[in-house]
T-cell receptor
Framework: AQSVTQPDIHITVSEGASLELRCNYS??????LFWYVQSPGQGLQLLLK??????LVQGIKGFEAEFKRSQSSFNLRKPSVHWSDAAEYFC????????????FGTGTRLKVLA | GAGVSQSPSNKVTEKGKDVELRCDPI?????LYWYRQSLGQGLEFLIY????????KSGLPSDRFSAERTGGSVSTLTIQRTQQEDSAVYLC???????????FGPGTRLTVT
């Protein structure tokens, strides 16, 4: 069965430090992968997506993610975190059933220290 | 342009009452999804509509939950005889046909007392 694992429930980093949020997936074929961010009281905003091609994808707000098939991972990175990046981050995989629904990870809550 | 909108933004109801949650997708988007975000359960898929095709209801947790989509646009999620475990944020998303890129609304926070 398809699944997405985000092993870190909470992460705290200092402003200006680099960030990496982990995401591992279980999927039989080439997956469609997504990272979303949810600020408090807000809906989900798409940060970036991977469908095919270049395994390093660039997104909004200075985020990037790298698809590594051998590790079944799609980790999200940012070289220098801003206080406004404090939010919850969700990794998702597009299901293969033809309905285009997402299977989400449980999320990682990011706290940024001033 | 306008994004996905949901109403109400907050709903408090008593156990046993019925509630209706509304979603207005982005104009021109033929696909519409409902998800539930609850503590301890993360984000769960509930139901998917695509055009005039039969909806994928595989994520609905019980027969107390139902959804409809009128005219291929607005959708209503109905929860009958609400229970405390139904308390959650209900998120709606829409997308273009045959696209994995979904756009989410702000959600409706449902509290069952």
């Amino acid at each position: 069965a398809q699944s997405v694992t985000q092993p870190d429930i909470h992460i705290t980093v200092s402003e200006g430090a680099s960030l990496e949020l982990r995401c591992n997936y279980s999927y039989g074929a080439t997956p469609y992968l997504f990272w979303y961010v949810q600020s408090p009281g807000q809906g989900l905003q798409l940060l970036l997506k991977y469908f095919s091609g270049d395994t390093l994808v660039q997104g909004i707000k200075g985020f990037e993610a790298e698809f590594k098939r051998s590790q079944s991972s799609f980790n999200l990175r940012k070289p220098s975190v801003h206080w406004s990046d404090a939010a919850e981050y969700f990794c998702a995989v597009g299901a293969s059933s033809g309905t285009y629904k997402y299977i989400f990870g449980t999320g990682t809550r990011l706290k940024v220290l001033a | 342009g306008a994004g996905v909108s949901q109403s109400p933004s907050n709903k408090v109801t008593e156990k046993g009452k019925d509630v209706e949650l509304r979603c207005d997708p982005i104009s021109g988007h033929t696909a519409l999804y409902w998800y539930r975000q609850s503590l301890g359960q993360g984000l769960e898929f509930l139901i998917y509509f695509q055009g005039n095709s039969a909806p994928d209801k595989s994520g609905l947790p019980s027969d107390r939950f139902s959804a409809e989509r009128t005219g291929g646009s607005v959708s209503t999620l109905t929860i009958q005889r609400t229970q405390q475990e139904d308390s959650a944020v209900y998120l709606c998303a829409s997308s273009e046909a045959n696209s994995y890129e979904q756009y989410f609304g702000p959600g409706t926070r449902l509290t069952v007392t």
